[in-house]
């Protein structure tokens, strides 16, 4: 098991009403990266962890092109489903909790 496998569930446990427990750790990771993006606070050791933890799970999860797409989507609407759910007044609550710690998580990454 890798250290990215200890990652993912603590970086996703926010977002289990948002994003489908079903849905592969990379759309879930997607997801967290759509918070933190859309709350402005990714930084650039941030978004170091991410391409680091993009890049592992796109290979332990042996996806394809069509593989990638299909997780990038369900990303995109678990985000805009949660995005509307919140609202404007809703998103600093959001930033606070889930983009506050998608960043930390992913800063948190072991780097390649």
Request: include cysteine; charged fraction near 20%; charge should be negative.
């Given at each position: ?42 930084t ?31 990303a ?35 780097l390649?």
């Amino acid at each position: 098991m890798s250290a990215l496998a200890a990652v993912v569930p603590a970086l996703v446990a926010g977002s289990a009403d948002a994003a489908d427990r079903q849905s592969s750790a990379y759309a879930q990771a997607l997801y967290a990266m759509s918070v933190a993006e859309q709350c402005g606070m990714v930084t650039p050791r941030a978004a170091a962890g991410f391409a680091a933890v993009e890049r592992r799970l796109i290979a332990e999860e042996g996806l394809d092109q069509d593989g990638v797409t299909g997780a990038r989507s369900a990303a995109g609407i678990a985000f805009a489903s949660e995005y509307q759910n919140r609202g404007l007044g809703g998103a600093r609550g959001w930033c606070r909790t889930e983009g506050a710690e998608a960043v930390r998580r992913f800063e948190a990454v072991p780097l390649d």
